[in-house]
């Protein structure tokens, strides 16, 4: 059969663009595509575009349907553009903490008459507006979505795999665990490369914004000594090809934020130039005032947005120009290294109002390092004094190839994992690097917030992934394993929040929606090693404006009359109303000067835990709700909020991270209408009832960082073997439960076919470290 005969006219390259009048409720839908007849005969065409929206279940409605009627001359190529679409205010696309992720099926399909069905296209589009500028009261670039400002904090991300095997389902699980970390953006940095269009599709479904750079950057072009090549690439049409190509690919994402020339460098001029002249904004995008001209004026006086190769979206030449850094290109990024955590508070800690790199540790669990390298790369740094005070760590030469970054900077910061006594061998380091990986990171995203809109308008850290088995700046590792840190940060980044200013030790209330906080109370309590409460205060009942950070109040008891050297602060925002909680914080601190060293003999202690567990099962995929209670102690009824049921937030859909209630207690009737009655439309089968497991101990105290990993099951288990089931999404993990309370965590993974997964629990301070629950 002759190849025309197949398909006759193709859909190439189409372009969707929205535009916004009246306050967001009138909308429309602007889409130009090319049409391609590869047969030497005139080609009579109907086009038809089609919106849907899918409601319940798979029920679809449909928003759109149109037909044009279109003649294509042989072997010729044209673009077309239909008649604008209106929506009258339509679900919004949003990203991640601002609502929700809504998306539109669009659908292109052309047909031949004489023919039929000749080619179709089809994309998820969601309607956004979206804007920056440089923000006069911070010299730092301020992102608006839809109108509203959004307070940056993303990561910085190399590519999903140094070998380039590239998978839908790596993508999935890398962009969600940024989801679960509650960032916003996503920077695809300019030595790596632009991603499959699956990454860019999972962005959308779970609200990253993209910040995407072309192939520029100073690591491999422009810089050094003596200078590399400052006109590279070597092939310049080559490298506009690609580019246009690549806008061309991704343009129709909603969250494809803007276009940045290069890292750390500008593209040659003439580069910088064809880039800037491509993609510079249609005039309507230039000024996107309120009613500033009329869908009608706009076409008459202008082409159709859409036929623009993007348009809408700002051209930055690179990553430390233009609000980024000191806007000027000098090297004001950074610093990517072990920090005192309270610097990050303090008002001369970074002096720019953006920050697109700022870097710190990464090291993952012992584990990770033992099915990464051999033997030899076993070995834990030695912790060399030194004469003025600091510690010096040495790694061995294994952890250096792997980039190790040290937790000290002697003459600037202590050694973090030495607060916590010298480690004793690889699994000791590796627990206590989690523990500052923890503060660390937790500490970075909280001093940045701190200063919201006052002085900063974002952040974005360096790294939060790796594409091979690297040993710093990450959240998670190449085997898709999470640090302590991944918690920390979503700890930090939760949309509505209550923190610690370590500076000033004042407590914090960060709303960063666009609703005021109303009728809330912050209970703030301080418990010590021996498992009693010297502290107990409740912030009376606040309103807390939209987009603000609020001080509410001194957290002084560090300046009681006798200060335990080592405590435990929990934080709770809560619902006057009904108690329910809408931010809980954890903190170990130390007295001024201080350390943690205290905590090694706290780990002998016997805390008692209740785990109850509820498991379903569909096919390889497990979803687990554990309930964890630290029955060391009868539940203080002055402590007002033990049962931590969390104030239900919107979620993706198949792992709401934030609405966990605490239903172990309720009747079967409540159970059955509530969370599990959800569950089970997913899940076809159910584990026989309820399991629970007892730890038994006798000691008092606080249940000290406490986390889950699960395991295949093996009869034929080799020592040293790595069982690990990955990846798994945890709502939380890492976490600490002061006497009395209760936590209830969710946990989703897949496991490999003929496995039995094996759910266990470790924790700092209870016997035997190692409980298997499942």
């Known amino acids: 059969m002759h190849l025309l005969w197949m398909q006759p006219v193709k859909i190439i390259d189409p372009h969707l663009v929205s535009s916004f009048f009246d306050h967001n409720t009138r909308v ?38 149109q037909t044009q009627h279109v003649s294509v001359p042989p072997g010729a190529r044209i673009q077309y553009t239909f008649p604008q679409l209106f929506f009258y205010k339509p679900n919004l696309w949003w990203p991640n903490g ?22 179709s ?39 999903s795999d140094c070998l380039l095997r590239l998978s839908e389902e790596r993508y999935k ?36 914004l993209v910040w995407q750079e072309f192939w520029i950057t100073g690591d491999v072009d422009g810089r050094g000594i003596p ?23 991704l343009r129709n994402h909603p969250s494809l934020a803007l276009w940045v020339g290069g890292n750390e460098q500008v593209p040659p001029p003439d580069l910088n130039t064809a880039l800037k002249n491509d993609l510079k904004l249609h005039p309507f995008f230039e000024n996107q005032s309120e009613n500033a001209m009329s869908v009608e004026d706009m076409s008459t006086v202008f082409k159709d947005p859409s036929q623009y190769l993007d348009g809408t979206r700002i051209y930055i030449q690179g990553s430390l120009w233009d609000g980024f850094a000191n806007g000027k290109g000098d090297f004001t990024d950074g610093p990517y290294e072990i920090q005192n955590p309270e610097d990050f508070f303090r008002d001369d800690y970074y002096n720019y109002g953006f920050n697109p790199e700022v870097g710190s540790v990464g090291m993952p669990v012992a584990a990770t390092i033992r099915a990464t390298m051999p033997p030899e790369g076993w070995q834990i740094p030695l912790f060399k004094k030194l004469p003025n005070g600091y510690t010096e760590e040495v790694p061995n030469p294994i952890w250096e190839y792997h980039k190790y970054i040290p937790y000290s900077k002697p003459g600037k910061v202590h050694d973090q994992i030495e607060l916590y006594g010298i480690p004793k061998d690889l699994d000791d380091f590796c627990l206590k690097a989690q523990l500052v990986n923890y503060i660390q990171y937790r500490a970075l995203l909280e001093g940045w917030t701190s200063h919201m809109w006052s002085k900063y308008t974002g952040v974005l850290i360096w790294k939060t992934q790796n594409p091979w088995t690297g040993l710093r700046g990450q959240f998670y590792d190449h085997l898709l394993d999470q640090t302590a840190g991944f918690y920390g940060c979503r700890c930090a980044a939760e949309p509505i929040h209550v923190q610690l200013n370590l500076a000033t030790l004042f407590i914090e209330v960060v709303n960063t929606m ?22 107990y205060k409740v912030f009376d009942t606040h309103s807390f404006p939209p987009k603000k950070v609020v001080s509410i109040g001194e957290m002084n ?31 170990w601190l130390h007295l001024s000067g201080g350390d943690y060293k205290l905590l090694e003999p706290y780990r002998k202690k016997r805390i008692p835990l209740k785990i109850t567990s509820k498991t379903f099962i569909k096919g390889s995929s497990y979803e687990i709700e554990m309930n964890v209670q630290n029955k060391s102690k009868k539940p203080d009824p002055k402590i007002l909020t033990c049962k931590n049921n969390f104030v239900s937030r919107h979620g993706d859909g198949d792992f709401d991270m934030a609405s966990l209630e605490t239903t172990f207690e309720e009747t079967e009737e409540k159970q059955n209408a509530g969370l599990f009655q959800r569950l089970c439309r997913q899940f076809s089968r159910e584990t026989d009832g309820l399991k ?66 094996r759910l266990t629990l470790r924790g700092w301070n209870y016997h035997n470290g190692l409980h298997t629950v499942l």
């Not at 089809?122 to 979206?130: A, E, T, V, Y």
């Not at 560090?558 to 435990?568: H, I, M, R």
Request: glycine share 8%; proline share 4%; net charge negative.
């Open 28 to 65: 429309y839908l602007h889409a130009t595509t090319e049409l391609e007849n590869k047969s030497a005969w005139v080609a009579e065409c109907s086009l038809n575009i089609q919106v849907t929206t899918e409601l319940e279940g798979s029920i679809c409605l449909v928003e759109h349907l």
């Open 98 to 119: 601002m609502g929700k992720q809504s998306l539109y099926n669009v659908s292109i399909t052309i047909d031949v008459k004489g023919y039929g069905k000749s080619d």
């Open 121 to 159: 296209w089809g994309q998820l589009f969601g309607f956004r507006k979206i804007e920056s500028h440089i923000d006069s009261a911070t010299g730092g670039r301020l992102f608006k979505v839809n109108g509203q400002p959004i307070f940056i904090r993303g990561g910085n991300w190399i590519l």
């Open 173 to 208: 699980t890398d962009v969600k665990f940024h989801a679960d970390m509650n960032l916003n953006m996503i920077r695809c940095w300019g030595g790596g490369l632009a991603e499959r269009p699956e990454f860019y599709h999972y962005c959308d479904v779970y609200g990253l």
């Open 227 to 249: 200078v590399s090549n400052p006109n590279g690439p070597l092939d310049h049409d080559l490298f506009m090809l690609c580019a246009r190509d690549t806008v061309k690919l």
């Open 514 to 535: 666009s609703e005021e906080l109303s009728n809330v109370a912050v209970e703030a309590s301080v418990w010590d090693l021996e498992g009693a409460c010297p502290y």
């Open 557 to 587: 008891y560090p300046k009681s009359k006798n200060p335990k050297p080592v405590y435990f602060l929990l934080l709770k925002l809560y619902d006057v109303s009904n108690y329910h909680i809408i931010s809980r914080n954890f903190y």
């Open 692 to 757: 629970v497991a007892e730890v038994n101990g006798s000691d008092v105290g606080v249940a000290f960082f406490l986390n889950f990993s699960v395991h295949a099951m093996k009869t034929d288990h080799k020592e040293g073997e790595d069982t690990r089931i990955l990846p798994v999404h945890y709502s939380d993990n890492y976490f600490s439960l002061v006497p009395g309370e209760e936590m209830s965590i969710k946990i989703s993974f897949q496991v490999p076919q003929g496995v039995t997964p």
